[in-house]
């Protein structure tokens, strides 16, 4: 929420609960319920300030004068925490917290088997970021699923033998192993899995990071009904963070 707009309905919400001289408008409100609802209005306006000390609302929470047996008593104590938000908007403490882009970790040996695969991960791991920032959550759910692909298969192709001993591993028709740059990303987590280079929790969480990117086919994403929101993405994003942590960490096996 903007400053403006939130300095707006904290002072809106403040002269609704008490007059110029900070007396409680008792008479304004018939019961407790009214009160009360009143007091999950201002909550809710709290909520969407982005700032505010997590520790005005915890403190809002569990203040024991909103059990109060009495309007007036929470009707003060709910135009105490207003008035603090004010002050900390206001002041210009206020502020929206800085969207950081965090760089990759050190991929180069993961990606060592592929010339130039590194600096194209390095820029879509910062390209996923900037996605989520402007709330492109479709495009950065389809960059994540390709960052986990390139990596899975740069890992297949730095230990190809073990790969290809997976039961998992894909045969063509004519009984042939498939190449592995070939290998869907399902085949590809399945075998990582398999053979330890990924936790087998995180092939699972894996598979539903695959089927999130999927929706990069349109058809996909009116079937699914994909409505992916930043919620999802931070979801996606730690999947992705701790299995890229996995495949590093495999890679101390490898001479």
């Given at each position: 929420m903007e400053k403006v707009q939130a300095l707006h309905l904290l002072k809106t919400a403040l002269a609704e609960i008490s007059d110029p001289r900070g007396i409680a408008k008792v008479d304004d409100f018939s019961g407790l319920r009214e009160v009360d609802a009143k007091v999950r209005e201002v909550r809710m306006i709290l909520e969407s300030v982005d700032g505010l000390p997590n520790s005005l609302l915890e403190s809002m929470f569990n203040d024991l004068d909103f059990q109060a047996n009495s309007r007036r008593v929470r009707l003060e104590a709910l135009a105490g925490y207003v008035k603090s938000a004010l002050k900390f908007v206001d002041t210009g403490a206020f502020q929206k917290p800085k969207k950081q882009i965090h760089s990759p970790p050190d991929l180069s040996k993961l990606t060592s088997s592929v010339p130039g695969l590194k600096d194209e991960i390095d820029k879509r791991w910062k390209?996923?970021?900037?996605?989520?920032?402007?709330?492109?959550?479709?495009?950065?759910?389809?960059?994540?699923?390709?960052?986990?692909?390139?990596?899975?298969?740069?890992?297949?192709?730095?230990?190809?033998?073990?790969?290809?001993?997976?039961?998992?591993?894909?045969?063509?028709?004519?009984?042939?192993?498939?190449?592995?740059?070939?290998?869907?990303?399902?085949?590809?987590?399945?075998?990582?899995?398999?053979?330890?280079?990924?936790?087998?929790?995180?092939?699972?969480?894996?598979?539903?990071?695959?089927?999130?990117?999927?929706?990069?086919?349109?058809?996909?994403?009116?079937?699914?009904?994909?409505?992916?929101?930043?919620?999802?993405?931070?979801?996606?994003?730690?999947?992705?963070?701790?299995?890229?942590?996995?495949?590093?960490?495999?890679?101390?096996?490898?001479?």
């Open positions: 390209e996923a970021q900037k996605c989520v920032h402007v709330a492109a959550y479709t495009s950065a759910i389809i960059l994540m699923g390709s960052i986990l692909e390139g990596l899975l298969l740069a890992r297949a192709q730095l230990s190809v033998s073990t790969a290809y001993q997976s039961p998992h591993a894909p045969k063509g028709k004519d009984g042939k192993p498939i190449a592995l740059q070939n290998w869907t990303l399902n085949t590809l987590i399945e075998v990582s899995a398999d053979v330890g280079w990924i936790k087998t929790d995180r092939g699972k969480f894996s598979h539903a990071l695959r089927d999130s990117r999927n929706v990069v086919h349109p058809w996909q994403a009116v079937m699914s009904r994909a409505n992916f929101d930043e919620s999802t993405c931070k979801t996606s994003w730690s999947v992705l963070d701790a299995s890229v942590g996995d495949l590093l960490e495999s890679l101390q096996s490898v001479s």
